[in-house]
């Protein structure tokens, strides 16, 4: 079964650089996987931020980057802001029309 | 503007069953995918199924293969999830997303919320 994996927590000083990343319990994440990662506040549908490894959805400020490093899809956040602070997932496409998230990163700005 | 509506949410017992639906807007509905995407209550999301454009292909989560069944009416714009023999484990916010092609997931729905209780 696959596993997609992120950070359960992580914490950033305001103005700072962080980057979170999402990655398979067995094998490399690739563009293949087309990584997407959303951005949810409690209450709150989520918003999506980046699809096919690193197009910024519409409206989306270019401090939010995707890519691939390593063996994992990475989501950087630089200048970090007050507002940033949420959860955030990733979803990989594992082929034949399934998705599979991660468990989600809960992202503290302080 | 792009409009995802979801309804049918409320309490049920184990073993029952619900229809949810997605009303869209805002876009032409017969030229994109819809996902169906949950969370439990304080959980993760978690992706539970797929329709194509024209209804000709349906993929499913290995946690609601054979007990939930994804349609669509593509004349009255609408995105249906059949849910059968319910579990609490499937107590969560079920919401409808548009696959904006070029595997980008890039509408959301606002959530209705299921609740599989005795």
């Known amino acids: 079964q696959t596993v997609v994996t992120q950070e359960p927590s992580f914490s950033v000083s305001p103005g700072g650089t962080v980057t979170l990343t999402c990655g398979l319990s067995?094998?490399?994440?690739?563009?293949?996987?087309?990584p997407s990662w959303f951005q949810q506040t409690p209450g709150q549908a989520p918003r999506t931020l980046i699809y096919s490894t690193n197009t910024r959805s519409s409206g989306v400020p270019d401090r939010f980057s995707g890519s691939i490093l390593g063996s994992k899809a990475a989501l950087t956040i630089t200048g970090a802001q007050a507002d940033d602070e949420s959860d955030y997932y990733c979803v990989l496409f594992m082929g034949s029309g399934i998705w599979v998230f991660g468990g989600g990163t809960k992202l503290t700005v302080l | 503007q792009v409009q995802l509506v979801e309804s049918g949410g409320g309490v049920v017992q184990p073993g029952g069953s619900l229809r949810l639906s997605c009303a869209a807007s805002?876009?032409?509905?017969?030229?994109?995918?819809i996902h169906w995407v949950r969370q439990a209550p304080g959980k993760g999301l978690e992706w539970a199924a797929l329709i194509r454009y024209d209804g000709s292909n349906k993929y499913y989560a290995d946690s609601v293969r054979g007990r939930f069944a994804i349609s669509r009416d593509n004349s009255r714009n609408t995105l249906y999830l059949q849910m059968n023999s319910l579990r609490p484990e499937d107590t969560a916010v079920y919401y409808c997303v548009r696959d904006g092609g070029d595997y980008n997931l890039d509408y959301w729905g606002q959530g209705t919320l299921v609740t599989v209780s005795s």
């Open positions: 067995s094998g490399s994440v690739s563009t293949s996987n087309y």
């Open positions: 805002g876009f032409t509905f017969s030229r994109h995918g």
